[in-house]
C-alpha cells in the first residue's frame, strides 16, 4: 500500500469511531482491528503491530479508568484517537536525534548503502537542500566501481548548482575521498557529502572500503539510504551496515510509489536509528525532512505546521526580511488573509502540489486529489478569489465578510461574499470555502506557533 493509501485507510478508521454512538469495548476493538490491517498492509512487522494495539489498549483502559474522559462519550473518542495517534508516532519513532550541521564549521556527511537505492541521486538532493538554507554545499564521487558514477554526480550536481569533486582516472576511492573532502575543506564549504560506491549486494569488499573511507575523511555523521520497497527487511539490511561500519542516520528512499514505506520507515526505527529524510521522488526537490511527529499527522491528513514553516524558512535566503515578519506572524497568530495568499503562492512555486499542499492543515482533501495540474489549477482559483478582494479585506483576519448574530458569533455572509464571487468569476460558497480554510490555516498557526503543542491542536479539531 503507498503510503498515502496508508494514510487514507488509518484517516477513515480514526473517522469511523466519531459516528460510533458509544465507545465501548466493541467499537475499540473494531477500530484498532482496521488500524492494525492497514499497517500489516504497508508491511509493518506483524510483532510491532501487535504491540502497538496492547499499548493503544491499555492507555485507553488506564484513562478511562482514572476517569479522565469524565462520562462523556466525546472525551473517549479523544481519549481513543489521541492513544493510536501516540502509539503511531511511538512506531516509527527512534528516540535518537540525529547530527545537525552547523554553520561556519566543515560538515562531512558519507552516504553509504546498496547500489540502486538513490544513493547519488540522494546526495545532490542533500546537497540541494543544504544550500538551499545557506550552507555552502558540495559532492565528491568517491565511487569508482560504478561505471558511470562520476557522470552522474556531474550531471546532476551541475544541474543542481552545486560544487562536485571526483575523477575518471583515479581507481582508489579512498584517496579521491580524502582529496575531494580536503580541497572543500580548504575552500571553506560547510557541507561536504562523500558519496561512495555500492554493490548488488553486502560484500566483505564494500564495508572494508567504506570503513577506510571513513578513516580518511572522518565524516561528521555517516548516513545509510536504504530502498523503501525492501520493507520491514529494512532491519536486516540496516544491522548488517551498522555491523561494519557504523552509521548516525537513515535516508529511506523511494517513499513516492512504494507498497512497503510503513513497513521500511518502522524497521528503520526499530534499530534506534534516526530517519532524517526520505526520498519521494526522482526530482532534486523530492526530499522530504522526516520527524516522527509531523510525518504521523501529515499522514493522517492533518497538516504539517512544522514542515510548512522550514518550508517558508527557505524562502529566508532570497527575503530574509520577508521571512522574519512572516514567521513572526505565524507565532503571535496574527495571519492576515494577504499572507496566507502568499503561502498559497509560495506553495505553488514550490513544486508539486501534492507534496506540498498536504502540509497545509485545513485545505481539503480533494485538493490533492487529481492530477497535479488539476491541484495546482484549484489553487488558481483560490488566488483568483483573493485577487477580488480589497486591500482592508486582504489584511484583514477575514471577520469583515461574516456577518455576526447577536451571540457575536458569524452568523451570515456578508455582501462582500457576493461580490468577490462576481469579481472573481466563482461561485459564493467557493469563496466560502476559501474563507473557512484561511481560518482554519490561522488558527492552527495560532496554536501551532503558540506554546500549545500538535497534540493539542490535534485534539481541537477531532
Ligand atoms: P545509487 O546506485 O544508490 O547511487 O542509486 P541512484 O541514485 O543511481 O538511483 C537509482 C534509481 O532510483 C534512479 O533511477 C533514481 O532516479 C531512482 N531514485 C532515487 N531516489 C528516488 C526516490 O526517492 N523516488 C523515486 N521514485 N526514485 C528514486
Request: net charge positive; charged share 25%.
Amino acid at each position: 500500500m503507498v503510503l498515502a493509501d496508508l494514510g487514507r485507510k488509518l484517516n477513515a478508521a480514526l473517522s469511523s469511531l466519531n459516528r460510533a454512538p458509544v465507545v465501548d469495548d466493541k467499537v475499540i476493538d473494531a477500530l484498532l482491528k482496521e488500524v492494525c490491517a492497514a499497517l500489516l498492509e504497508s508491511d509493518v512487522n506483524v510483532k510491532l503491530v501487535a504491540q502497538l494495539r496492547q499499548k493503544v489498549k491499555a492507555k485507553v483502559k488506564a484513562q478511562f479508568d482514572s476517569g479522565a474522559d469524565r462520562g462523556k462519550e466525546a472525551n473517549r473518542k479523544n481519549v481513543v484517537q489521541k492513544a493510536i495517534f501516540d502509539e503511531l508516532v511511538q512506531l516509527v519513532d527512534p528516540g535518537v536525534e540525529p547530527y545537525k550541521p552547523k554553520k561556519g564549521h566543515p560538515n562531512v556527511i558519507m552516504a553509504v548503502g546498496l547500489q540502486g537505492n538513490g544513493k547519488t541521486t540522494t546526495c545532490t538532493k542533500l546537497a540541494v537542500h543544504y544550500q538551499k538554507r545557506g550552507f555552502k554545499s558540495c559532492i565528491v564521487c568517491a565511487d569508482t566501481f560504478r561505471a558511470g558514477a562520476f557522470d552522474q554526480t556531474r550531471q546532476s550536481a551541475t544541474k543542481a548548482k552545486v560544487a562536485y569533486f571526483g575523477s575518471y582516472t583515479e581507481t582508489d576511492p579512498v584517496s579521491i575521498a580524502a582529496q575531494g573532502v580536503a580541497k572543500f575543506k580548504k575552500e571553506r564549504f560547510e557541507v561536504i557529502i562523500v558519496d561512495t560506491s555500492g554493490r548488488h549486494k553486502q560484500e566483505s569488499e564494500l564495508f572494508q572500503e567504506m570503513v577506510q573511507i571513513s578513516e580518511a575523511v572522518k565524516p561528521d555523521m555517516t548516513v545509510l539510504v536504504l530502498d523503501a520497497s525492501i520493507g520491514q527487511a529494512a532491519e536486516a539490511q540496516s544491522q548488517a551496515f551498522k555491523d561494519s561500519a557504523d552509521f548516525g542516520a537513515i535516508i529511506v528512499t523511494k517513499m513516492d510509489g512504494h507498497a512497503k514505506g510503513g513497513g521500511a520507515i518502522s524497521a528503520v526505527a526499530a534499530t534506534k536509528t534516526p530517519i532524517i529524510f526520505l526520498g519521494v521522488g526522482e526530482h532534486l526537490h523530492d526530499l522530504d525532512k522526516f520527524a516522527p511527529q509531523p510525518f504521523i499527522s501529515k499522514l493522517l491528513g492533518l497538516g504539517d505546521m512544522q514542515g510548512l514553516m522550514e518550508h517558508m524558512q527557505d524562502m529566508a535566503a532570497a527575503n530574509p526580511e520577508k521571512q522574519k515578519e512572516m514567521a513572526k506572524k505565524l507565532e503571535e497568530g496574527k495571519l492576515s488573509l494577504r499572507d496566507w495568499r502568499e503561502q498559497i503562492q509560495h506553495v505553488m512555486s514550490m513544486g508539486p502540489i501534492s507534496k506540498i499542499a498536504s502540509m497545509i492543515p485545513g485545505l481539503p482533501q480533494e485538493l490533492l486529489a487529481g492530477s497535479d495540474e488539476e491541484g495546482s489549477m484549484r489553487m488558481k482559483r483560490m488566488i483568483y478569489i483573493t485577487d477580488s478582494m480589497s486591500a482592508s479585506e486582504l489584511d484583514s483576519d477575514g471577520s469583515c465578510f461574516w456577518v455576526n448574530g447577536k451571540d457575536g458569533k458569524p452568523e451570515d455572509i456578508s455582501w462582500r461574499v457576493t461580490r468577490v464571487a462576481k469579481g472573481s468569476g466563482t461561485s459564493v460558497r467557493e469563496v466560502e470555502e476559501v474563507l473557512c480554510q484561511y481560518r482554519m490555516m490561522a488558527n492552527m498557526a495560532k496554536q501551532a506557533g503558540g506554546k500549545n503543542g500538535w497534540m493539542q491542536t490535534m485534539q481541537k479539531m477531532q
